[in-house]
């Protein structure tokens, strides 16, 4: 398993392993979540996942250390 590191956004400096593909290279976008606990009078408290902005990988290499890089995906809807 490769590393990823997250720079920039709520999550910089975040980082986790990822899978290779088959040439090498690991996912081009990884989702985030933000996990919560809402409350609502019909069923109490509940725990939800809000999506943030996904992080897309920088370049197709990874950096000096071995690691890829991924930034806050500026194309992403939920932006």
Do not use: K
């Not at 920039?8 to 990822?18: A, C, I, L, M």
């Not at 009078?41 to 690691?67: C, F, L, N, Q, W």
Request: proline residues 13%; hydrophobic residues 30%; aromatic residues 8%.
């Amino acid at each position: 398993m490769a590393t990823a590191v997250l720079v920039g956004g709520p999550w910089d400096g975040h980082t986790e392993e990822v899978a290779l593909d088959g040439e090498g290279l690991p996912p081009r976008l990884i989702p985030r979540f933000r996990d919560t606990t809402i409350y609502t009078e019909d069923t109490g408290h509940m725990p939800v996942r809000i999506p943030e902005r996904a992080y897309r990988r920088r370049g197709p290499h990874p950096s000096d250390a071995g690691t890829w890089v991924y930034e806050p995906d500026v194309d992403d809807p939920l932006a």
